[in-house]
């Protein structure tokens, strides 16, 4: 299995408790994912972030193809970090990590994200 790795960031002008208070609110992925997804919660969404909590979305893949998409939420560290991991989904393996830090301007937020395609050679 061949794992991609995909490293970005961004500070924005608000300041760290703004930042995870945002990010740590499993409703507001339907604000930061593009619009063509057509990104949907199905469960995990009103409860707050915390560590074993599973997250249920569809996805739309395809002009008329939807995907499932299950994520455990773990190692919660209040406005420092967290991990979302696939338990099943559209990648063979998704491994996300995002980190939080406070900045002179706000805050700059990290993503990791260790991701394995499907479909073997085509992965």
């Given at each position: 299995m061949k794992i991609h790795t995909l490293i970005q960031s961004q500070e924005v002008p608000i300041s760290l408790s703004e930042s995870w208070e945002f990010f740590s609110k499993p409703e507001n992925l339907n604000e930061i994912t593009p619009p063509d997804l057509e990104f949907r919660i199905k469960s995990g969404k009103p409860d707050p972030m915390h560590d074993g909590q599973?997250?249920?979305?569809?996805?739309?893949?395809?002009?008329?193809?939807?995907?499932?998409?299950?994520?455990?939420?773990?190692?919660?560290?209040?406005?420092?970090?967290?991990?979302?991991?696939?338990?099943?989904?559209?990648?063979?393996?998704?491994?996300?990590?995002?980190?939080?830090?406070?900045?002179?301007?706000?805050?700059?937020?990290?993503?990791?994200?260790?991701?394995?395609?499907?479909?073997?050679?085509?992965?």
């Open positions: 599973i997250i249920t979305y569809k996805i739309r893949v395809a002009p008329l193809i939807w995907n499932t998409w299950v994520t455990e939420i773990k190692g919660v560290i209040p406005e420092k970090q967290f991990i979302d991991e696939q338990r099943s989904g559209p990648y063979k393996f998704w491994h996300h990590l995002h980190e939080f830090e406070k900045t002179e301007n706000g805050t700059l937020i990290k993503d990791k994200v260790n991701y394995s395609l499907p479909f073997g050679l085509f992965g």
